[in-house]
């Protein structure tokens, strides 16, 4: 009886060009690719082969390759192990966030489930909910969802639902139409390179004003998160069932109001507060600065503030509930700092309240 693997290696020997073999070597090199589609791959290579004898197969090779590259570049059995160390979790929480004390208590208890489950032998995936963190911008909703993932020890990606404007970029578009590609979601498998990474579907209330595409978006969004369907999410350019059963999602959205009652009957929401004055000034002095000073190049010294100008600080001009605003004051002051250094006028700066106004962004 003559090796099963024989038979594809002498295939592969009979293509007419190396282009061919090529994309043949990486279909069989693919590991976990399901049987039925690599079987498939191989019959499209075979009739552009029998296509190459008669000198009739450069357009269907490019879109031939696309194809192979995007399928074979998709993580089927590749991921990452969860580390559920609870005590970490919460280190890594405090260390990216100051305050919120019930939100990560919420997070952290959301972790627990998890460690639960998966020690009583559960698909974590399947029987927790999907949480959905409500505040207003700048309130650090993204960072929370990369604490999680950091905590967890898995890939983090963030797709802006915002940014949606047809359902063809979570779902894909067709291989047949010119420059077709994946939708974003197949796109975050590709770039995290595991099958189970944390993805935030961030702003997933702006999905369009459009009544009739929201609408869509809401019923592609529930197909992703829902647990009975996503195990056979079908990507339109990939044609062929993609297991999301192990991807963690998180959403966020600034308010739930144009959600649909479908989507947030699958999500937890965790209502993110807003800051105080006396929070945005620790998380000013201890977490915000010392990012900017590396990214002006600053050195530690080279700017000092009087702390009675902090509140000035935080609430230049008006009340802001997050701290993006608060973010932007204190670059643009270590901004004019570094001008003056590199220009050799000074040699660092002492903020008084008879200099602030000078610094503080105009």
């Not at 999680?148 to 915002?162: D, M, P, Q, T, W």
């Not at 779902?171 to 990474?197: C, D, F, H, M």
């Not at 999500?267 to 590396?294: F, H």
Request: glycine letters at 6%.
């Amino acid at each position: 009886m003559t090796d099963t693997k024989t038979i594809d290696i002498q295939k592969q020997d009979d293509f007419l060009f190396k282009e061919l073999k090529s994309l043949s070597d990486k279909v069989e090199q693919t590991e976990g690719m399901p049987d039925l589609l690599r079987e498939r791959l191989n019959q499209m290579l075979e009739r552009l082969n029998r296509m190459a004898q008669i000198g009739h197969y450069a357009e269907e090779f490019d879109t031939l390759a696309r194809y192979i590259d995007v399928v074979t570049s998709i993580p089927w059995v590749t991921r990452t192990e969860d580390t559920l160390d609870l005590e970490e979790a919460k280190k890594i929480l405090d260390k990216n966030h100051f305050g919120m004390e019930w939100v990560k208590d919420r997070i952290i208890e959301y972790l627990a489930t998890l460690k639960l489950i998966k020690e009583r032998g559960g698909d974590i995936t399947a029987k927790t909910p999907i949480l959905l963190l409500v505040g207003l911008q700048g309130i650090g909703k993204t960072t929370l969802a990369m604490s999680v993932a950091e905590a967890l020890g898995r890939e983090f990606v963030r797709i802006s639902i915002g940014a949606i404007g047809s359902t063809l970029e979570l779902r894909g578009r067709s291989k047949v139409y010119p420059e077709a590609e994946p939708g974003q979601i197949i796109k975050a498998l590709i770039k995290t390179k595991v099958r189970n990474p944390l993805i935030l579907l961030d702003e997933i209330e702006k999905a369009s004003g459009e009544t009739g595409l929201r609408a869509d978006v809401m019923a592609t969004l529930l197909e992703i998160l829902d647990p009975n369907q996503n195990p056979e999410f079908r990507d339109h350019y990939v044609d062929f069932p993609v297991n999301l059963s192990e991807v963690l999602f998180i959403c966020s959205a600034n308010n739930t109001g144009t959600i649909s009652t479908p989507v947030m009957d699958r999500m937890e929401v965790i209502k993110m507060p807003s800051y105080t004055d006396d929070e945005k000034i620790v998380i000013a002095r201890d977490y915000l600065l010392p990012k900017i000073y590396e990214r002006t190049g600053l050195k530690e010294g080279e700017l000092q503030i009087d702390p009675n100008l902090w509140p000035g600080i935080v609430r230049p001009f008006g009340y802001d509930s997050g701290i993006r605003s608060l973010g932007r004051t204190l670059e643009a002051i270590c901004r004019k700092v570094a001008l003056e250094i590199v220009s050799g006028k000074s040699q660092g700066v002492y903020l008084t309240q008879e200099n602030l106004k000078y610094y503080l962004p105009k």
